[in-house]
């Protein structure tokens, strides 16, 4: 490897050493442990950087990384009987800063959708409109409305699967994704 590549690996991993480690300290109390499990993230993120297919999106890359890592701890664990070790509470909030940029690479798909499904799932997903008040905001029955906010689910995956190739782990968590090149040759998402 050359030096010019370290350098590389050595500034993106002081760019979110600090986050990936209080991401892991919601749910691991120990320090040291936090801190051995950020360890292992970093030594999976050597063993795999050829992986990664869009340096773009090596934060998400990351912190799908450390969430895997912290899974495992978790399940290793509980087989062992540690309770000590296990996580206080169930957290599975992502980081701000991750939904962004899955809001800033889903909204232009959103975008595309037809007026009723762009607007239900405007509401409903990103604004956190109950599908009740969906109802009601749209001058609809409820039924309706979980009926647009079920469809514009499916044509918005339609678009994203259509457009890009996902990588996901075995339990079907997405790791990484990409453009598909034999679809969609303008798009930057």
């Known amino acids: 490897m050359e030096n010019k590549d370290y350098i590389h690996i050595e500034t993106v991993w002081n760019e979110y050493y600090d986050q990936l480690l209080r ?9 040291a442990t936090a801190e051995d499990l950020l360890q292992n993230v970093f030594l999976k993120m050597l063993t795999n950087i050829e992986s990664l297919k869009d340096s773009t999106k090596i934060k ?3 912190f799908q990384i450390t969430r895997n890592t912290m899974v495992d701890h978790f399940r290793k664990a509980q087989k ?12 599975d909030e992502i980081s701000d800063d991750v939904m962004d940029e899955v809001e ?15 607007e239900a799932l405007i509401l409903s997903e990103i604004k956190g409109m109950s599908q009740k008040e969906l109802a009601l905001h749209l001058g609809i029955s409820y039924s309706a409305a979980k009926t647009r906010v079920h469809r514009g689910r499916l044509l918005l995956k339609q678009k994203l699967t259509e ?22 040759k303008s798009c930057n998402n």
Do not use: H, Q
Not at 81 to 87: C, E, N, T, V
């Open 23 to 31: 991401f892991i300290r919601k749910s691991v109390t120990d320090k």
């Open 60 to 62: 998400s890359w990351l």
């Open 80 to 91: 062992e009987g540690d309770i000590a070790s296990l996580p206080l509470e169930e957290d």
């Open 104 to 118: 800033s690479w889903v909204a232009p798909f959103i975008n595309r959708l037809p007026e009723k499904y762009r």
């Open 163 to 184: 457009c890009c190739i996902f990588y996901t782990d075995k339990y079907g968590n997405i790791m990484n994704y990409e453009s598909n090149p034999n679809y969609c």
